[in-house]
């Protein structure tokens, strides 16, 4: 017999339920973001971007209701009509709704590939492939339309080596003497990228910092505007170091409206799901660096990530908007009912 061989084809490990699970949780809130966004953009060449994001996330929500019930597993909650009201003002211009569809599309490419690999079953392989490609063919219509507009920052160019060189030294002990190497073509990459998304949480931050209702949430915004704008900033300076360009910032394509499109939870829900990607990016970055203050200030921002995750499922338990992901059997409990 195979070793991923089973004798119920509805079967779901504990990867592939927490797969379904999160994605459910992301797409129901995708669903409420890209109502309210088709129902306020203007131009027509972003317009079926955006119906392109929610017909997918549509269709993700009906798919995954089909494996969960064939497998008696509890459906979420999510986020439903009551989270997004879609005729509030205008809250994004319509160059930020391109970009946050750019940035998410990111998230949503990282999650499904590393889904792939803990998948067991051939139907549940074969759905996030297909997830996959189709986040595949808007993330390329995004590419092609974002070259015309001038606020999508290109990554800088360097020049071609003359001749295959190997390292003498790591760099990091003459790094910490204040003798920097130039920043290799990895580093610059990730710099630069880590400095568009952390600027990216900011601006959106800004923006529900202006609309949330609770009090607590309104100044978990405030404070993360901060904290992701310091490690943006500390990203650009370390580029900007070696006189590369940094980063287009986006603060400046939020309006001034102070009504709310979304619920606080789906606020809540979606500033932690970003930090929680901050972390994943930033962890990965740090194995593609070698200069000691890129590392020193990688832990930085590692920390500022953390103390945000922290502080934002604090208040998401606080006022019961988070969601138990399906756990183990409780043995110690069951034990304790027969005492």
């Given at each position: 017999m195979g070793l991923f061989k089973k004798t119920k084809t509805n079967h779901l490990t504990a990867a592939e339920a927490s797969a379904l699970w999160l994605?459910?949780?992301?797409?129901?809130?995708?669903?409420?973001?890209?109502?309210?966004?088709?129902?306020?953009?203007?131009?027509?060449?972003?317009?079926?971007?955006?119906?392109?994001?929610?017909?997918?996330?549509?269709?993700?929500?009906?798919?995954i209701k089909d494996f969960l019930k064939s497998a008696n597993f509890q459906i979420p909650i999510g986020f439903t009509e009551e989270d997004v009201n879609v005729d509030a003002p205008r809250l994004f211009?319509?160059?930020?709704?391109?970009?946050?569809?750019?940035?998410?599309t990111i998230h949503g490419l990282?999650?499904?590939?590393?889904a792939i690999t803990n998948m067991e079953r051939q139907d549940l392989q074969n759905y996030f492939f297909d997830c996959m490609a189709r986040s595949k063919e808007m993330f390329q219509k995004i590419i092609e339309l974002a070259n015309d507009?001038?606020?999508f920052s290109n990554v800088p160019s360097i020049p071609s080596p003359e001749q295959a060189k190997f390292m003498q030294t790591t760099g990091i002990v003459s790094n910490l003497m204040g003798d920097k190497r130039p920043l290799n073509s990895s580093e610059i990459s990730?710099?630069?990228?880590?400095?568009?998304?952390?600027?990216?949480?900011?601006?959106?931050?800004l923006g529900f910092s202006q609309v949330a209702r609770v009090e607590e949430v309104r100044n978990f915004m405030l404070k993360n505007v901060k904290l992701?704008?310091?490690?943006?900033?500390?990203?650009?300076?370390?580029?900007?170091?070696?006189?590369?360009?940094?980063?287009?910032?986006?603060?400046?394509?939020?309006?001034?409206?102070?009504?709310?499109?979304?619920s606080d939870k789906l606020i809540?829900?979606?500033?932690?799901f970003l930090v929680n990607a901050a972390l994943t990016y930033y962890g990965a970055s740090l194995g593609a660096n070698f200069r000691s203050d890129i590392l020193l200030n990688y832990s930085k921002v590692?920390?500022?990530?953390?103390?945000?995750?922290?502080?934002?499922?604090?208040?998401?338990?606080?006022?019961?908007?988070?969601?138990?992901?399906?756990?183990?059997?409780?043995?110690?409990?069951?034990?304790?009912?027969?005492?």
């Open positions: 994605q459910y949780l992301g797409d129901s809130m995708a669903i409420c973001v890209y109502k309210y966004f088709v129902n306020i953009v203007e131009n027509k060449e972003i317009r079926p971007i955006l119906e392109f994001a929610l017909q997918e996330a549509e269709s993700h929500i009906i798919q211009s319509d160059d930020f709704l391109l970009f946050y569809t750019y940035i998410m990282t999650a499904y590939s590393l507009h001038p606020k990730t710099l630069f990228f880590n400095s568009k998304k952390t600027g990216f949480i900011k601006s959106l931050s992701a704008g310091k490690d943006a900033e500390s990203f650009d300076t370390i580029l900007k170091e070696d006189y590369l360009p940094i980063p287009e910032k986006w603060d400046a394509e939020i309006t001034d409206s102070t009504v709310s499109p979304f809540m829900f979606h500033a932690a590692f920390t500022h990530a953390m103390e945000a995750g922290a502080m934002s499922y604090k208040i998401m338990v606080k006022y019961k908007w988070l969601e138990k992901l399906p756990e183990a059997i409780d043995r110690k409990s069951l034990e304790k009912e027969k005492t």
